[in-house]
């Protein structure tokens, strides 16, 4: 039986991307050093599931071409909470509409980014009061995290890709966050190999995996096509040393990463 004080937090993480110059581009924050879980990283927006994102309620605000159940409702509603708090991008439609609201409209909006950061907003009281809906098509299931059993803070987190509206700029929070970068994920990479940045395992996996694909079309209309596996990285002990390991065929091909390497 798990100890409680170890119980796996569910979380939601999205990779927005857009179409750089050269090569695909993904928006990332870098966390505030005060923030207790990787704090001073460049990471992809995203937090643990609220209780609110949990009210069934919602679904009378939501855009979806298939049915989903209560808890991948959930992952998706603090999926498209946590980008809007922390990178005030919104995938979200006027009611009666199909087309994801314009920069103008969510400069108008502002004050719910100040209400979900200080704990006082839900996404119903959102939706609403604004008369908006939720498309959690535009959040494509990208991979799924679950935290090492030996460590004392625990995440079940899925990853989301969703391509940036196309006038959503993105822009950091500046409370948990204080700063924000549209970054090719090949240049993300650089720049932690050479210490310029500081980006945690996960997060480097994932840029990793991104890093694969040159458009927004391409990485969509491909990670389509996968089949998200678990990712609960293991210990390896042999002569060489100690590594931690995941699954070779959940995407990230072969991985076996000193445990000195890790930040």
């Not at 992809?44 to 071409?65: C, H, M, Q, T, W």
Request: hydrophobic share 35%; net charge negative; aromatic share 10%.
């Amino acid at each position: 039986m798990e100890n409680s004080s170890n119980k796996l937090i569910p979380a939601s993480t999205v990779l927005v991307i857009r179409d750089g110059l050269d090569d695909i581009e993904v928006f990332m924050v870098v966390r505030h050093h005060q923030i207790d879980f990787a704090s001073g990283a460049l990471v992809f927006p995203g937090g643990k599931v609220d209780e609110s994102d949990l009210n069934p309620e919602i679904r009378r605000y939501i855009f979806a071409e298939k049915k989903i159940s209560d808890e991948e409702l959930s992952y998706k509603i603090a999926g498209i909470r946590e980008c809007y708090e922390e990178a005030d991008v919104l995938f979200a439609y006027e009611q009666n509409e199909k087309e994801i609201i314009p920069s103008e409209r969510l400069e108008k909006l502002a004050k719910w980014r100040e209400e979900f950061n200080n704990k006082k907003g839900s996404m119903f009281d959102f939706a609403v009061k604004e008369n908006i809906k939720f498309n959690l098509d535009n959040l494509i299931p990208f991979a799924h995290w679950i935290t090492p059993k030996m460590m004392p803070k625990r995440f079940d987190t899925y990853f989301y890709l969703a391509e940036a509206p196309r006038d959503h700029i993105g822009k950091h929070d500046g409370k948990e966050s204080v700063d924000s970068i549209w970054i090719s994920p090949k240049q993300a990479l650089e720049d932690c190999l050479s210490e310029k940045r500081t980006i945690i395992f996960p997060t480097r996996m994932n840029l990793e995996k991104l890093s694969k694909f040159r458009t927004v079309k391409e990485a969509l209309e491909e990670v389509k096509k996968e089949t998200v596996i678990t990712v609960e990285p293991k210990i390896e002990k042999n002569e060489d040393g100690v590594f931690l390991t995941i699954p070779e065929n959940a995407g990230y091909g072969l991985i076996k990463e000193p445990i000195e390497n890790l930040k």
